[in-house]
Protein backbone atom coordinates (compact mmCIF):
# COMPACT_ATOMS: atom_id res chain seq x y z
CA UNK A 1 0.00 0.00 0.00
CA UNK A 2 1.47 3.78 -0.81
CA UNK A 3 1.96 5.62 1.80
CA UNK A 4 1.11 9.80 1.09
CA UNK A 5 4.26 12.06 2.36
CA UNK A 6 2.03 14.40 4.77
CA UNK A 7 3.68 17.80 4.59
CA UNK A 8 0.91 19.09 6.14
CA UNK A 9 1.15 16.86 9.45
CA UNK A 10 4.75 17.54 9.59
CA UNK A 11 4.79 20.89 8.82
CA UNK A 12 1.91 21.35 11.92
CA UNK A 13 4.09 18.97 14.03
CA UNK A 14 7.18 21.35 13.63
CA UNK A 15 5.22 24.65 14.29
CA UNK A 16 3.91 23.47 17.75
CA UNK A 17 7.47 22.51 18.69
CA UNK A 18 8.48 25.80 17.12
CA UNK A 19 5.77 27.88 18.67
CA UNK A 20 6.59 26.19 22.24
CA UNK A 21 10.31 27.13 21.91
CA UNK A 22 9.20 30.83 20.85
CA UNK A 23 7.31 31.20 23.60
CA UNK A 24 10.42 30.81 26.08
CA UNK A 25 12.59 32.86 23.86
CA UNK A 26 13.15 36.40 25.39
CA UNK A 27 13.94 38.18 22.67
CA UNK A 28 11.74 36.99 19.26
CA UNK A 29 13.61 36.38 15.74
CA UNK A 30 12.94 39.14 13.30
CA UNK A 31 12.84 38.26 9.59
CA UNK A 32 12.89 40.70 7.57
CA UNK A 33 11.52 39.86 3.77
CA UNK A 34 12.58 42.32 0.67
CA UNK A 35 9.78 42.52 -1.82
CA UNK A 36 10.48 44.58 -5.37
CA UNK A 37 7.68 45.21 -8.03
CA UNK A 38 3.89 43.57 -7.97
CA UNK A 39 4.57 40.36 -8.97
CA UNK A 40 0.99 38.72 -7.53
CA UNK A 41 2.63 35.33 -7.20
CA UNK A 42 5.34 36.89 -5.01
CA UNK A 43 2.96 38.81 -2.84
CA UNK A 44 0.89 36.01 -2.33
CA UNK A 45 3.85 34.34 -0.96
CA UNK A 46 5.19 36.82 1.25
CA UNK A 47 2.06 37.64 2.96
CA UNK A 48 1.76 34.24 3.85
CA UNK A 49 5.18 33.69 4.60
CA UNK A 50 4.49 37.42 7.22
CA UNK A 51 0.78 35.78 8.37
CA UNK A 52 3.31 32.32 9.46
CA UNK A 53 5.71 33.99 11.18
CA UNK A 54 3.73 35.89 13.51
CA UNK A 55 1.44 32.95 14.03
CA UNK A 56 4.57 31.76 15.75
CA UNK A 57 5.78 34.61 17.53
CA UNK A 58 8.49 35.74 15.15
CA UNK A 59 8.73 39.13 14.20
CA UNK A 60 7.97 40.13 10.80
CA UNK A 61 8.78 42.92 8.52
CA UNK A 62 8.16 43.57 4.68
CA UNK A 63 9.64 46.03 3.25
CA UNK A 64 8.15 46.73 -0.64
CA UNK A 65 9.79 48.64 -3.71
CA UNK A 66 8.66 49.79 -7.07
CA UNK A 67 9.85 47.14 -10.02
CA UNK A 68 11.60 50.15 -11.11
CA UNK A 69 14.29 50.71 -7.97
CA UNK A 70 17.93 50.75 -9.04
CA UNK A 71 20.58 47.54 -8.12
CA UNK A 72 22.46 50.03 -6.13
CA UNK A 73 19.26 51.49 -3.88
CA UNK A 74 18.38 47.33 -3.49
CA UNK A 75 22.18 46.65 -2.44
CA UNK A 76 22.50 49.64 0.13
CA UNK A 77 19.02 48.56 1.81
CA UNK A 78 20.24 44.68 2.05
CA UNK A 79 23.68 46.25 3.56
CA UNK A 80 21.26 48.10 6.16
CA UNK A 81 19.66 45.06 6.79
CA UNK A 82 22.71 43.26 7.69
CA UNK A 83 24.02 45.91 10.26
CA UNK A 84 20.88 46.12 11.97
CA UNK A 85 21.17 44.18 15.12
CA UNK A 86 17.10 43.53 15.51
CA UNK A 87 16.82 42.05 12.28
CA UNK A 88 18.40 38.36 12.65
CA UNK A 89 16.98 36.61 9.25
CA UNK A 90 16.82 38.31 5.95
CA UNK A 91 14.87 37.38 2.22
CA UNK A 92 14.81 38.49 -0.34
CA UNK A 93 11.58 36.98 -2.30
CA UNK A 94 12.94 36.19 -5.83
CA UNK A 95 12.35 36.29 -8.62
CA UNK A 96 13.81 40.06 -9.43
CA UNK A 97 13.05 42.55 -11.83
CA UNK A 98 15.57 42.22 -15.06
CA UNK A 99 17.77 44.89 -14.26
CA UNK A 100 18.45 43.45 -10.90
CA UNK A 101 21.48 41.13 -10.54
CA UNK A 102 19.84 38.74 -8.43
CA UNK A 103 23.38 36.87 -7.62
CA UNK A 104 24.65 40.44 -6.00
CA UNK A 105 21.63 40.62 -4.58
CA UNK A 106 22.37 37.70 -2.85
CA UNK A 107 26.08 37.62 -2.10
CA UNK A 108 25.45 40.91 -0.66
CA UNK A 109 23.29 39.03 2.05
CA UNK A 110 25.55 38.28 5.23
CA UNK A 111 25.76 34.25 5.76
CA UNK A 112 24.99 34.84 9.66
CA UNK A 113 20.94 36.54 8.34
CA UNK A 114 21.02 33.94 4.89
CA UNK A 115 17.93 32.42 5.71
CA UNK A 116 17.71 30.89 2.59
CA UNK A 117 21.29 29.14 2.70
CA UNK A 118 22.15 30.79 -0.75
CA UNK A 119 24.55 32.76 -0.33
CA UNK A 120 28.28 31.63 -1.59
CA UNK A 121 29.51 31.08 1.89
CA UNK A 122 26.33 28.95 3.11
CA UNK A 123 26.55 27.02 -0.60
CA UNK A 124 30.00 26.80 -0.36
CA UNK A 125 29.81 25.12 3.36
CA UNK A 126 27.43 22.43 2.01
CA UNK A 127 29.22 21.91 -1.19
CA UNK A 128 32.22 20.98 0.36
CA UNK A 129 30.37 18.76 3.10
CA UNK A 130 30.77 21.31 6.14
CA UNK A 131 27.52 22.63 8.12
CA UNK A 132 26.15 25.80 6.61
CA UNK A 133 24.26 28.42 9.24
CA UNK A 134 20.89 27.54 7.49
CA UNK A 135 20.25 24.69 4.69
CA UNK A 136 18.21 25.60 1.97
CA UNK A 137 14.82 25.79 2.76
CA UNK A 138 12.54 23.45 -0.01
CA UNK A 139 15.82 20.99 -0.02
CA UNK A 140 15.80 20.96 3.35
CA UNK A 141 12.01 20.51 3.86
CA UNK A 142 12.29 17.20 1.71
CA UNK A 143 14.64 15.69 3.76
CA UNK A 144 12.96 16.72 6.97
CA UNK A 145 9.62 14.14 4.99
CA UNK A 146 11.77 11.29 4.39
CA UNK A 147 13.67 11.42 7.63
CA UNK A 148 10.03 11.89 9.23
CA UNK A 149 9.20 8.71 7.59
CA UNK A 150 12.04 6.66 8.02
CA UNK A 151 13.69 6.85 4.62
CA UNK A 152 16.78 6.20 4.81
CA UNK A 153 18.66 7.32 1.85
CA UNK A 154 22.42 6.24 2.58
CA UNK A 155 23.63 3.41 -0.55
CA UNK A 156 20.09 4.45 -2.17
CA UNK A 157 20.34 5.60 -5.66
CA UNK A 158 18.45 9.16 -5.96
CA UNK A 159 17.72 10.66 -9.15
CA UNK A 160 16.99 14.31 -8.72
CA UNK A 161 15.11 16.21 -12.06
CA UNK A 162 16.26 19.74 -12.23
CA UNK A 163 19.48 21.16 -11.62
CA UNK A 164 17.94 24.97 -9.89
CA UNK A 165 20.20 26.58 -7.10
CA UNK A 166 16.51 26.64 -4.95
CA UNK A 167 16.61 22.85 -5.25
CA UNK A 168 17.76 20.54 -7.37
CA UNK A 169 21.42 21.34 -6.86
CA UNK A 170 21.63 21.52 -3.05
CA UNK A 171 19.26 18.62 -2.32
CA UNK A 172 21.54 16.87 -5.07
CA UNK A 173 24.29 17.61 -2.79
CA UNK A 174 22.62 17.34 0.59
CA UNK A 175 21.96 13.37 -0.65
CA UNK A 176 25.32 13.12 -1.38
CA UNK A 177 26.32 14.43 2.14
CA UNK A 178 24.65 11.60 3.51
CA UNK A 179 26.06 8.54 1.04
CA UNK A 180 22.97 8.54 -1.23
CA UNK A 181 24.30 7.71 -4.83
CA UNK A 182 22.89 10.81 -7.05
CA UNK A 183 22.30 11.30 -11.02
CA UNK A 184 20.84 15.09 -11.76
CA UNK A 185 18.68 14.85 -14.92
CA UNK A 186 17.49 18.05 -17.03
CA UNK A 187 16.07 19.68 -20.08
CA UNK A 188 19.29 18.30 -21.94
CA UNK A 189 19.40 14.67 -20.28
CA UNK A 190 18.39 12.05 -23.02
CA UNK A 191 16.71 9.01 -22.29
CA UNK A 192 15.25 10.58 -19.25
CA UNK A 193 13.02 7.46 -18.48
CA UNK A 194 15.78 4.68 -18.84
CA UNK A 195 17.55 6.74 -15.48
CA UNK A 196 14.70 7.78 -13.37
CA UNK A 197 13.69 4.10 -13.55
CA UNK A 198 16.86 2.86 -11.98
CA UNK A 199 15.95 5.11 -9.04
CA UNK A 200 15.28 3.96 -5.74
CA UNK A 201 14.21 7.72 -4.36
CA UNK A 202 12.89 9.86 -7.60
CA UNK A 203 12.98 13.63 -6.62
CA UNK A 204 11.18 16.17 -9.53
CA UNK A 205 11.57 19.93 -9.33
CA UNK A 206 11.05 21.16 -12.74
CA UNK A 207 7.34 22.74 -12.48
CA UNK A 208 5.52 20.71 -15.04
CA UNK A 209 4.15 17.56 -15.78
CA UNK A 210 6.92 15.61 -16.46
CA UNK A 211 6.65 12.16 -14.52
CA UNK A 212 4.55 9.34 -15.88
CA UNK A 213 4.10 5.95 -14.68
CA UNK A 214 6.65 4.72 -17.14
CA UNK A 215 9.37 6.66 -15.39
CA UNK A 216 9.54 4.76 -12.15
CA UNK A 217 10.11 1.33 -11.05
CA UNK A 218 8.16 -0.29 -8.40
CA UNK A 219 8.52 1.27 -4.78
CA UNK A 220 10.16 3.91 -5.62
CA UNK A 221 9.91 6.98 -3.39
CA UNK A 222 8.46 9.77 -5.34
CA UNK A 223 8.97 13.31 -4.23
CA UNK A 224 6.82 15.80 -5.93
CA UNK A 225 8.15 19.52 -5.58
CA UNK A 226 6.97 21.22 -8.76
CA UNK A 227 3.73 23.21 -8.44
CA UNK A 228 1.97 24.55 -11.45
CA UNK A 229 -1.97 25.64 -12.58
CA UNK A 230 -2.88 23.85 -15.86
CA UNK A 231 -4.79 24.80 -18.35
CA UNK A 232 -7.86 24.37 -16.57
CA UNK A 233 -6.55 26.82 -13.33
CA UNK A 234 -6.07 23.27 -11.68
CA UNK A 235 -2.63 23.15 -9.52
CA UNK A 236 -0.71 19.97 -10.61
CA UNK A 237 2.88 18.72 -10.03
CA UNK A 238 5.41 17.18 -12.19
CA UNK A 239 3.95 13.81 -10.79
CA UNK A 240 1.13 11.57 -12.55
CA UNK A 241 0.05 11.59 -9.09
CA UNK A 242 -3.08 9.01 -9.81
CA UNK A 243 -1.24 6.51 -11.84
CA UNK A 244 2.70 6.96 -10.08
CA UNK A 245 0.99 6.26 -7.18
CA UNK A 246 -0.09 2.27 -8.12
CA UNK A 247 3.96 1.78 -8.26
CA UNK A 248 5.45 4.04 -5.55
CA UNK A 249 5.93 2.86 -2.02
CA UNK A 250 5.78 6.44 -0.51
CA UNK A 251 4.54 10.11 -2.80
CA UNK A 252 3.99 13.18 -1.62
CA UNK A 253 1.00 15.03 -3.13
CA UNK A 254 0.62 18.34 -4.71
CA UNK A 255 -0.27 20.39 -3.23
CA UNK A 256 0.44 19.34 0.75
CA UNK A 257 3.22 17.68 0.17
CA UNK A 258 6.82 19.73 0.00
CA UNK A 259 5.21 23.00 -0.39
CA UNK A 260 3.96 22.97 3.48
CA UNK A 261 7.35 21.77 4.09
CA UNK A 262 9.30 24.82 2.41
CA UNK A 263 7.46 27.16 5.06
CA UNK A 264 8.18 25.13 7.35
CA UNK A 265 12.10 25.07 7.30
CA UNK A 266 11.95 28.52 6.61
CA UNK A 267 10.47 29.23 9.88
CA UNK A 268 13.39 26.79 11.30
CA UNK A 269 15.75 28.84 9.58
CA UNK A 270 14.60 31.37 11.12
CA UNK A 271 14.80 30.34 14.84
CA UNK A 272 18.07 28.68 14.04
CA UNK A 273 19.70 31.75 13.12
CA UNK A 274 18.30 33.51 16.07
CA UNK A 275 20.17 30.75 17.91
CA UNK A 276 22.98 30.06 15.98
CA UNK A 277 22.15 26.53 15.63
CA UNK A 278 20.99 23.86 13.17
CA UNK A 279 18.46 21.16 13.20
CA UNK A 280 19.00 19.32 10.38
CA UNK A 281 22.36 16.96 10.84
CA UNK A 282 24.38 15.41 8.29
Known amino acids: MTVILDGKKLRDKIFADLKSKLDKMPVKPTLAVVLVGDDPASQIYVNNKKKTAESLGINSVVIKYPSNISEN?????????????????????????????????????????????????????????????VYPCTPKGILLLLDEYGIEVEGKHVVVIGRSNLVGKPVAQMLLNRNATVTVCHSKTKNLADITKTADILISAVGKNVVGEKYIKNNCVVVDVGIFRDNEGKIRGDVEFENVSKLASYISPVPGGVGPMTIASLMLNTVELAEGTKALRQ
Do not use: R
Open 73 to 133: ELLSKVKELNSDKNITAILVQLPLPEHIDKFKIIDAISPEKDVDGLTPYNSGKLFTGEKPY
